[in-house]
């Protein structure tokens, strides 16, 4: 962190492939990051950053520690229905093409999400069940 250089600014990207090839690239800013419901976990299924943090500080804890890039940010059904998250939009839209494309991962269980993921099942349940109970207490 603190001893980059700081003429530049990071920001988070997700990346769509469409079918032929091409790419689109989603910056999460602030639309979506800092909504209630999301949590960003690293490649060992583990919470890393403050996903209301600044862009900046984001992708500068992405760049902390290897396991930390590429991340995932993962919401619930309520949360993708009334926020959408990155390219995908709130409801009533359906967001399956995302989904077939390989940009959204939609599972029923956490252990199912951990498994399309590559994530350890029993770490990501931790890590959202510590985040959900810090959510229900303010903190």
């Known amino acids: 962190g603190a001893d980059r250089a700081s003429n530049f600014f990071l920001a988070p990207v997700s990346v769509l492939t469409r079918a032929d090839g091409s790419e689109e690239r989603f910056p999460h800013l602030v639309t979506d990051r800092a909504k209630p419901g999301v ?14 943090s600044s ?3 984001f992708a500068s804890a992405m760049q902390d520690a290897a396991e930390n890039a590429p991340c995932f940010l993962l919401c619930d059904a309520q949360a993708m229905k ?11 839209v359906n967001n399956d093409a995302l989904v077939a494309a390989g940009y959204l991962h939609k599972a029923d269980t956490l252990a199912a ?5 590559g994530l ?3 770490t990501l349940s931790e890590t959202v069940a510590r985040y959900n109970r810090d959510a229900a207490q303010g903190v």
Do not use: K, M
Request: aromatic letters at 8%; charged letters at 15%; zero cysteines.
């Open 39 to 52: 949590i960003a976990v690293n490649q060992r299924a583990v919470r890393f950053v403050n996903e209301s």
């Open 82 to 92: 009334r926020y959408g998250l990155g390219l995908a939009r709130p409801a009533p």
């Open 55 to 57: 862009y900046h500080h």
């Open 113 to 117: 999400l951990a498994q399309q993921l």
């Open 120 to 122: 350890d099942a029993q």
